[in-house]
């Protein structure tokens, strides 16, 4: 049974950091693609940044520069790094696993 969490998100002022991660059991996460989602209030599911098995990255234009996702093989986990934080970067942010399984979501508040 493949599961993932996710765990980091919470309250940030603007400008600040979080690192947000995703803990897989049930599946190697270095494997196939990772990737990295987010949905705001009212907006549709977006790409945030994605991980190949082989580590090539890519960034939505909206975050490049700021976020940066990366994976520890030994503890199957991935991880976004978020850094210079917007308000518009509020949302529940989700990992997927190959695009098939999907985390329970962390919440991400940019707030002052």
């Known amino acids: 049974q493949v599961q993932l969490v996710e765990s980091g998100g919470g309250l940030v002022q603007p400008g600040g950091s979080l690192r947000l991660s995703c803990a897989a059991s049930?599946?190697?996460?270095?494997?196939?693609?990772m990737g990295w989602y987010r949905q705001a209030p009212g907006k549709q599911r977006e790409l945030v940044a994605s991980?190949?098995?082989?580590?090539?990255?890519n960034y939505a234009d909206s975050v490049k520069g700021r976020f940066t996702v990366s994976r520890d093989n030994a503890k199957n986990t991935v991880y976004l790094t978020m850094n210079s934080l917007k308000h518009e970067d509020t949302a529940v942010y989700y990992c997927?696993?190959?695009?098939?399984?999907w985390g329970q979501g962390t919440q991400v508040t940019v707030s002052s």
């Open positions: 049930g599946v190697i996460l270095s494997s196939n693609l």
């Open positions: 991980l190949t098995s082989g580590g090539r990255t």
């Open positions: 997927s696993y190959s695009g098939t399984y």
